[in-house]
């Protein structure tokens, strides 16, 4: 079963490596979509939304300094590294990230899928 959750965040970022206006310091309202696997539970569940929603929220950088945090932050840099954090978190509870969604404005995403 597949689980997909979305999440927002809003953070600052500037890019380094580019000629033009986002070498400019800058700020998204983003959107998260995740999908996750995992087996039906005896409850019904694969597993609780109420639990699922703060864990991911966890992982985001809300109102953060996306440059504090890597060198050159494309929302291709960001959608992986979030990747990375959010599934090695779930596969802790039996969960598998199966695909991450960064979009950084409602025309354009990032996407990292497990084939």
Not at 20 to 39: R, Y
Not at 70 to 87: G, H, M, R, S, V
Not at 98 to 115: G, H, Q
Request: charged content about 25%.
């Amino acid at each position: 079963m597949i689980l997909r959750i979305i999440r927002k965040f809003s953070s600052a970022h500037r890019l380094p490596n580019y000629q033009g206006d986002c070498a400019n310091l800058h700020g998204h309202t983003w959107k998260a979509v995740f999908e996750i696997e995992g087996p039906i539970r005896s409850d019904g569940m694969v597993y609780d939304f109420k639990l699922l929603k703060p864990m991911l929220d966890s992982v985001l950088p809300d109102h953060k300094f996306l440059n504090d945090f890597f060198p050159n932050p494309t929302a291709e840099n960001l959608c992986q590294a979030i990747f990375d954090k959010t599934a090695k978190m779930l596969a802790e509870k039996g969960l598998t990230l199966k695909t991450l969604e960064i979009w950084e404005n409602e025309d354009c995403a990032s996407v990292v899928r497990v084939p």
